[in-house]
């Protein structure tokens, strides 16, 4: 394994982290925000750095890393590399979850993960009945199907009730369909990390047995791999981690599927490089997709979810053609 | 026979809606150093008997023990350092270099955080060797013919260090040099290193040039077990295949030849 690229992926989430604390309505030159990191220079600069910008650029680096952890990691169980936790309709039941609960007053940000993980799981579990087509059988074209189907009918019962409801949070409805970190805090930041965490570590503690599913369940588990356990917690897991995200920023597609592929060309199929490398690129990639989403059409903010849909759906299409082929 | 490894004694199994037991009390072992050929038609029980072997299937009646333990008993990751097994397809999902590959058979020596040691290099090293593939250690997998996948399969089965190796119906897409090939490894790896070898195999010819002992199924029945010598006779497998054929003496070992029918 080369180190280089390490210095590569960890020298371009740094940039990116960069980037994305100077990029906005009031442009941060370098000097200026070494010297605002430093604790020094203009105040009100400090006040934009580490108030608004800080943790934005923290919370989500971090749903980006989580994103395309999940997106690996599920591209493995399922041994399909179009897998990401949106096309198998996991963002869009964590959406509904999210909207459900806001819609009936449970709005505390510490319970908003929870209600987004129960959608995500139920979302998880009809997608895979529908993609079973015998005992143990799982057709990943069927299952990819159901996803999208599923996520498509999730979407449009959350808009339903977007529309319905008038509960002063749902206003901002834009940010649940299409993703957004427009309300990004420290306390956003923690509230995620809390159920994020967690969930990260399963999933890097499990990259030895993905190594061995990514072969098939049978030779996986004459190897000494626990296959209905290592599955079962893989999929809780990256669950657990899309809802976190959602819950604190909406549902953002694609993220899960280019980032892996895009990491699998630098540092290979092994997990234990792939894995860290794809939390680390999934969240240089959601940084500078929200860095472009927020100056792109400035004084207005797109949706970042519509920023990685406009990137993700060519390389689906790339994937997919190669994926058949 | 005192170093048995593995053990299966009358097992029976009927899979849940089928007609007839797909296994009717067959026993085989294997000891130690030894190689044990299991064949029969297609349907006679080969791969379901290696299945409950392999405590991936529960008997109905028997009993199987690995080194003297009731195979559901072990976990599967103390039962892979073992006992190893290539499986008869195998697909990666993800392109994976050879070297990798043959790494993961160290998945059952490891702990979930370890990094990779000195023992691992070492087995994983000696293992390539041992199948002549060091020199593909840095391709892909899915550039490998099909003996060659064979062998690097083998070697990730040897990276396990296991006790006993299992294949199961390994020469299926091998011409006759590789098959010849993979048979000659495997009677090395019984005689010189030890190893327990059970595979199931249609190549009756094969199994009983290199194996030392062959049990033979018909409809999930023992029809013959032994020796070569008295397992391939012209009566016994008549009746099995149903089909005529002859018995030649070749290399020192029977060898089955069917004959033409003249009458359809």
């Not at chain 1, 007053?105 to 079973?132: D, E, Q």
């Amino acid at each position: 394994m080369n180190p280089l690229r390490w210095v590569l992926i960890v020298a371009g989430a740094v940039v990116s982290l960069a980037v994305g604390v100077a990029l906005g309505s009031v442009r941060i030159s370098p000097s200026a925000l070494i010297a605002a990191l430093a604790g020094e220079g203009d105040p009100s600069v400090r006040q934009i750095v580490f108030v608004l910008r800080a943790p934005r650029v923290a919370l989500t680096f971090a749903v980006g890393g989580a994103l395309g952890l999940a997106g690996a990691s599920l591209q493995a169980v399922l041994r399909n590399p179009l897998a990401d936790p949106y096309l198998l309709g996991i963002s869009g039941g964590a959406g509904l979850g999210v909207v459900t609960a806001i819609a009936l007053g449970l709005n505390a940000l510490w319970g908003l993960p929870i209600a987004a993980f129960v959608g995500a799981s139920a979302a998880l579990a009809l997608v895979y009945r529908l993609g079973l087509v015998g005992p143990g059988m799982l057709d990943s074209r069927i299952l990819l199907l159901g996803g999208v189907v599923v996520g498509a009918f999730a979407a449009a019962v959350s808009q339903a009730i977007v529309a319905l409801a008038d509960a002063q949070a749902l206003r901002n409805a834009m940010l649940w369909l299409w993703g957004g970190f427009g309300g990004a805090s420290w306390l956003a930041a923690g509230v995620f990390t809390a159920y994020a965490a967690p969930a990260a570590l399963v999933l890097l503690a499990a990259a030895w047995p993905l190594d061995l599913l990514a072969l098939g369940e049978e030779p996986a588990a004459y190897l000494g791999a626990d296959v209905e356990r290592v599955k079962r917690r893989v999929y809780l897991a990256a669950s657990l981690l899309t809802a976190a995200a959602v819950a604190v920023a909406g549902v953002i597609g694609f993220v899960g599927l280019v980032v892996p592929h895009a990491v699998r060309l630098g540092v290979g199929h092994v997990h234990r490089r792939l894995l860290p490398a794809a939390f680390l690129v999934g969240g240089s990639v959601l940084v500078l997709a929200d860095a472009l989403a927020r100056t792109a059409v400035a004084p207005r903010e797109l949706p970042v979810g519509i920023v990685t849909a406009l990137i993700g759906v060519p390389v689906f299409m790339v994937v997919l053609r190669r994926w058949t082929r | 026979m005192d170093t048995l490894i593995l053990r299966a004694t009358d097992v029976a199994l009927r899979y849940p809606g089928a007609q007839a037991p797909a296994l009717r009390g067959v026993s085989v072992a294997v000891p130690a150093g030894s190689l044990v050929a299991v064949a029969g038609p297609n349907g006679s029980g080969k791969t379901t008997l290696l299945r409950v072997a392999l405590g991936r299937l529960a008997p109905d009646a028997g009993l199987v023990e690995i080194e003297g333990r009731n195979v559901t008993t072990w976990s599967r990751r103390s039962l892979a350092r073992q006992v190893a097994v290539v499986a008869q397809r195998e697909e990666p999902a993800f392109p994976i270099r050879v070297r990798d590959l043959v790494f993961l058979g160290r998945y059952p020596h490891r702990s979930a955080w370890g990094g990779i040691g000195e023992a691992d290099r070492v087995a994983v090293a000696s293992a390539l060797e041992r199948v002549d593939a060091t020199g593909l250690a840095d391709r892909w997998v899915d550039t490998l013919s099909g003996g060659e996948w064979q062998r690097v399969r083998v070697a990730r089965a040897l990276a396990q260090e296991p006790r006993l190796l299992v294949l199961d119906e390994p020469t299926t897409s091998l011409d006759l040099r590789h098959e010849m090939e993979l048979f000659t490894l495997l009677g090395v790896l019984a005689g010189e290193a030890g190893l327990g070898v059970l595979v199931v195999t249609h190549e009756l010819n094969l199994a009983a040039r290199f194996a030392d002992d062959v049990l033979l199924l018909a409809d999930g029945r023992t029809a013959a077990h032994g020796a070569p010598g008295d397992v391939l006779v012209p009566e016994v497998l008549e009746r099995v295949f149903e089909w005529p054929l002859g018995i030649v003496q070749f290399d020192g070992a029977p060898q089955c030849l069917p004959r033409r029918r003249r009458d359809p």
